[in-house]
């Protein structure tokens, strides 16, 4: 148990050491055990793990209505789990220093558990993955929470993880890479650049409880006051207006998307060993070789995607009748399993908007990267999946508008509090995983 | 406006007079439009419309696992609608007198508009579809409920439909085969055989709503008490724990499928003009030819689904700590958007099991077969779908056992009130099309 967060700092930098890490890029077509097709798709000699594929999208309602690109095909579900303890009546979260190839500072704190299917039936024929069995029926615990969340919809096609939050009262084994942390440690580890990976915040988005205000703590944040239970909430519209907004804008979606063989995809460009948008823009399609000495496999490579440019994943924020409300949007996407979900206000990578005419911008972008400071109330850098991405980054914002502001707010956008969202959380299919990481953020804000 | 429901049967027989109606069954092969290509599949020139075609399941968590069967490719969304109006302050639903080829008794009560987006679209280059303009974008009136719902899986693949209810407070004109028709009257109807159709009824779930007890009315039914905002509620399990029952059941399913081509689906044979199952169980695809005088179109010839054998859809009920609950199955179905929605306790062909093993029968089926009439609150015959299925009835039943009654509870069912149902049918793809047809019924129970 740690008393201070700098000490889980320390910890991490510890595990770092003790373990050995080496990752090096190679082409695509070096990849040990993978193969390129016929088609052009990348996939592992075993027809397992995930392949890298083509799709074409077209009429989607977005600036860009019409394109093709490369994407991840990993049709298994995984499990994120983390487990919860008391400790003298306090919450604990056991979390794992978890090296992942595509993080930029290699170790982050990810769940408990993190395992594909292909992971945790070892199709890899590696070791077995710890702490599993909390997660599998039948199990000791019970389950605060459990649900099909989506991952990125710009990458993956239709990918889901269960997301599942189990509480023990007994004695759990701690073992060395792992440590129990409390609700207070995380939100403060949240406001470190690179230290919560993607997977532990998706879950913890299911782990926001809204609690009573603590009476000492009159100056708390806004932001943790409009979660208290006990703070009266006005919300501008109520969850059934909600769900029909959502519903008309999945109906709204006139997106057609096609999987097609990766060789076909028009845009990209296969050279130098990796896969490029010809205009240097979205992503790269990279190969990567790993060696780790506390992984469940010691050595492997494999394709990865790795973004162009730090994202930008923000929430406009405002008062209104007093209750503080996020701005969300319902976001068609490539990969999105039910082609819509609810976004933050903001989700893009700036860069890939360099030159293009103003009309082609993100809307909100302006507002949210001119926003004054005295505005700003969340900003931290935060690394999408390290398993899967390379590299990837994006910078997590709340921005809190004045109350008397004036926002035109467009058909795909709504108003909604942060209990009516936690309550979507709860739902599967719903917030896409952007928004749901930057909810856990403001969840955990102190 | 009806005074009585008598006259709404006597209009109907009137409306059924003064319009004329000719169905015939021609074999599949000389469907007048329709093309069976080389792999067997069932088409309509043009490449609109639905497809017959193949599916193979294997591993399904169901009595049986492996299987192949015909289903109807239907990719494109439709729209079912109902628009109400308050007269005198009470709510009204504007239904309409349509025939469809499949109906055992031709017309019945369908939604204001029930058209697919072929229709609307006017792919059949037909009459445009009255009253649409109060359902699609921008409109007049409030919507009240809007979901995009599954339908048979059994039957369709990964079929959906929006369903709308808008309230309008405008004069609106009513067409001839069209009428006004109370919440009470429409209760009363519901216990007819045959004369709701089913897009009236599962767009009726999402109407439902519950109000207060009339004081006058101590008498009233049970379940309508149930439904009372003011009757207090305690439910077996909260919001939460049902969801996470439903993320289990889904994470629980190793159902895979794999559409095939006609020709090759197994245990099933083309001859006589229809294909049908080599043992005479489950359903027959047939080809029909309709003439139709106040329909969009006045000819026409489409494949259509006739099952073998009356249905079967119940929930079984008991009172739990004194609140109504219904047992509740998380059911796999072939062509499930999701592979696995909330469906009745039992739903099934009672004679697709003739001289099958004890074992392989739905659970709970005997219970509901040979309950004491004493126990029965609500039984009815209702027509599925007359627009694709043939002759397709259900008898929807509603069985409430003993307070003190011992039910052995298997991990893929449980107990829910009527109000956790209605919440969840706000959600998109949560209830399956029986539930929510059951639901209708006990909803707008006297």
């Known amino acids: 148990m740690f008393s201070a967060v700098a000490d889980v700092c320390e910890w991490l930098t510890e595990r770092h050491k003790a373990n050995e890490y080496l990752v090096k890029k190679v082409p695509l077509d070096q990849l040990d055990g993978w193969r390129i097709g016929e088609n052009g798709d990348i996939a592992h000699h075993t027809g ?30 995984g499990i994120l789990g983390i487990l919860v303890k008391r400790f003298d009546g306090v919450p604990h979260y056991l979390l794992q220093a978890k090296m992942e190839p595509g993080n930029v500072n290699m170790l982050q704190l990810s769940p408990t558990v993190q395992a594909t299917k292909s992971n945790y039936t070892r199709a890899h024929g590696g070791k077995s993955v ?52 409390s609700y ?50 006005r919300p501008r519209y109520t969850e059934t207006e909600l769900l029909i907004w959502f519903t008309e ?53 494999q394709p990865m995607i790795a973004p162009r440019g730090l994202g930008v994943v923000a929430f406009l924020a405002k008062r209104i009748q007093g209750t503080l409300h996020l701005l969300v949007q319902a976001r068609t996407e490539a990969g999105a399993f039910d082609s819509v979900e609810m976004a933050p206000t903001v989700q893009c990578i700036p860069d890939s908007y360099r030159e293009l005419p103003e009309e082609s911008l993100p809307p909100f972008l302006n507002e949210v990267l001119s926003a004054p400071a005295s505005q700003v109330r969340f900003d931290c850098v935060h690394s999408e999946e390290g398993g899967r991405f390379y ?45 749901r990481n930057l909810l856990a953020c403001l969840g955990f804000l102190r």
Not at 49 to 71: H, K, M, V
Not at 252 to 278: D, F, Y
Not at 405 to 419: C, H, I, Y
């Open 48 to 77: 397992r793990f995930y392949t890298i594929t083509g799709l074409s999208i077209t009429g989607a309602n977005r600036p860009i209505r019409d394109w093709e690109q490369p994407i991840i095909d990993q049709p298994e579900q």
């Open 130 to 181: 710890p702490y599993l069995e909390y997660f599998r029926s039948p199990r000791r615990g019970r389950v605060l929470f459990d649900a099909l969340q989506s991952e990125q919809g710009a990458w993956f096609l239709a990918k889901r993880n269960r997301n599942m939050v189990v509480e023990v009262v007994e004695e759990v084994p701690v073992l060395p890479d792992f440590c129990w942390l």
């Open 184 to 233: 207070d440690q995380i939100s403060e580890l949240l406001h470190i650049d690179n230290m919560v990976n993607m997977d532990t915040r998706t879950v913890l988005s299911g782990a926001i409880v809204p609690r009573r205000m603590d009476k000492d703590d009159p100056g708390a944040d806004p932001f943790r006051a409009a979660l208290a239970s006990d703070t009266p909430e």
């Open 249 to 301: 804008a999945k109906a709204r979606s006139t997106m057609e998307r096609q999987r097609i063989p990766l060789a076909k995809v028009s845009g990209w460009v296969h050279e130098n060993g990796m896969i490029g948008h010809e205009d240097d823009r979205h992503f790269t399609v990279v190969g990567l070789s790993v060696e780790a000495s506390n992984r469940e496999v010691s050595e492997w490579s």
């Open 391 to 435: 590299h990837a980054q994006n910078r997590y914002l709340l921005v809190e508008l004045p109350e008397d502001s004036d926002v035109d707010v467009p058909e795909n956008f709504v108003w909604m509090t942060l209990r009516q969202l936690l309550g979507f959380v709860r739902y599967s299919n719903h917030l896409n995983v952007e928004a």
